[in-house]
């Protein structure tokens, strides 16, 4: 039997993904199957785990995480966890657990499921990778097009690739459905670009 939620893709150092599995617990999808999340929310992804503060059942912080994510791999904060650890904002934890290979499952698995897409952008984007960034928010945009979040966070993708005028389009957009972050409209008035 076909494996529902395989590790795809590579790191960013060239490894290829791989990571445990869901054993008889999982994997589940985040946005269907939430009546599952409390059995492991409440042991493994307590708020210390996702601020990654503290482990739950061990010190390490991560590895509730990855245990999480291999039950739920679109489990969207869990993403978001991840996406911090390899940005470098969890102290406490040690290990190889790149946010890339957490986000490539969760987008095979849930392929309809925009917030993986948005994360995997958000984390492109501050790594300096803006093409492949932007990939990523024009396909969840066409999936939740009036995502507020996803609306800013393009728009600030855009703005750093130099499209002041299609990031000016996107924040209109993100402020109009209730964005209320002054960053982006900050970058664009001393550009220039906000009418």
Not at 60 to 89: C, K, Q
Request: glycine residues 8%; proline residues 7%; charged residues 20%.
């Amino acid at each position: 039997m076909a494996d529902p939620a395989p590790w795809v893709g590579m790191s960013f150092a060239g490894i290829a993904c791989k990571g445990g599995s869901a054993g008889n617990f999982g994997p589940y999808d985040y946005v269907i199957d939430k009546e599952k999340l409390p059995v492991v929310e409440r042991r493994h992804f307590t708020p210390q785990v996702e601020q990654l503060v503290r482990g739950e059942s061990t010190l390490d912080p991560m590895r509730d995480v990855n245990y999480t994510l291999v039950r739920f791999p679109n489990h969207h904060r869990a993403l978001y966890s991840a996406v911090r650890f390899s940005l470098g904002e969890a102290p406490n934890s040690k290990g190889d657990y790149s946010a890339e290979c957490y986000l490539q499952r969760a987008v095979n698995f849930s392929p309809s499921d925009p917030v993986p897409h948005m994360l995997f952008g958000l984390y492109l984007h501050r790594l300096g990778k803006l093409n492949q960034s932007l990939e990523h928010y024009r396909i969840a945009e066409k999936m939740a097009p009036n995502d507020a979040n996803l609306l800013y966070n393009f728009g600030l993708a855009l703005f750093d690739s130099g499209n002041f005028s299609e990031s000016y389009e996107y924040a209109k957009r993100a402020y109009a459905s209730g964005m209320d972050f002054p960053a982006l409209k900050r970058k664009l008035q001393k550009a220039g670009y906000w009418r």
